[in-house]
């Protein structure tokens, strides 16, 4: 092995490592505002029941608002049948909405997959982040992801579009160019490399004001 191989080995073994770090953060500070929030559910039923007692329908009303409004920040809004998945999608569905992004998801996953978590974590990670970036470029109202997961057959199909603020984007070679840097490279690396070992199937197809990736993982 050369040189330069073991170089881009080595980073791509230091970014794939960091990605996974930062997505189970993602991951985790969700799921401890959800305890947080379970942890109080005594309380919160304490005080509507003294409210309800009292009569103060008014009191028990707002308080129930309020709750609404606490939990709709922590909920999970996505369900796949797939516990990896709902994780990953759910904590940066969570990220996005913070940064005024609108996201359609429809998704579904069997329990049972062929592809690795940590594999599935990396691809949807990297896309999800991909889009996001891409979508702090345009004003609020125009903000918007879009995934979609399925079987077809026996392979996993996904897809993810994201508006872009850039018209269609150009190729060099087989990728299409990117000034966001290295991290950004080794991403789309990272995902390329994944697909092939797999003997899937990539597209990115890049129209006026729209980019989408498609993948396909076989799961026999």
């Known amino acids: 092995m050369s040189l330069l191989s073991k170089y881009v080995n080595k980073q791509l073994s230091a970014y794939q490592n960091e990605l996974i770090q930062t997505h189970y953060a ?4 969700m799921y401890r505002q959800m305890r947080g929030w ?39 809004v996505v369900r796949t049948g797939n516990r990896m998945t709902d994780a990953i999608l759910n904590s940066k569905i969570s990220l ?7 996201v359609t998801a429809d998704a579904h996953v069997p329990v049972a997959l062929k592809t690795s978590e940590i594999d599935l974590c990396i691809i949807i990670g990297n896309l999800f982040d991909n889009a996001i970036e891409a979508s702090m470029k345009l004003p609020e109202d125009k903000r918007m992801i879009r995934i979609y997961m399925d079987m077809k057959n026996t392979q996993l199909y ?38 092939e070992r797999y003997h899937g199937y990539l597209s990115r197809n890049s129209e ?9 993982l076989p799961q026999e």
């Open 158 to 195: 996904m897809s993810f579009t994201n508006l872009t603020a850039t018209g269609k984007q150009k190729k060099t070679g087989n990728r299409f160019r990117t000034t966001k840097g290295a991290e950004h490279g080794f991403g789309l690396v990272r995902i390329d490399s994944i697909v």
């Open 96 to 102: 996005a909405h913070s940064k005024n992004i609108t």
């Open 38 to 76: 379970r942890h109080d559910y005594r309380n919160h039923i304490q005080v509507m029941k003294s409210y309800a007692a009292a009569g103060d329908m008014d009191a028990l009303k707002h308080y129930l608002e309020e709750l609404d409004a606490d939990l709709s920040t922590v909920d999970t």
């Open 26 to 29: 993602e991951v985790e500070n």
């Open 208 to 216: 006026e004001g729209a980019f989408t990736t498609e993948i396909l």
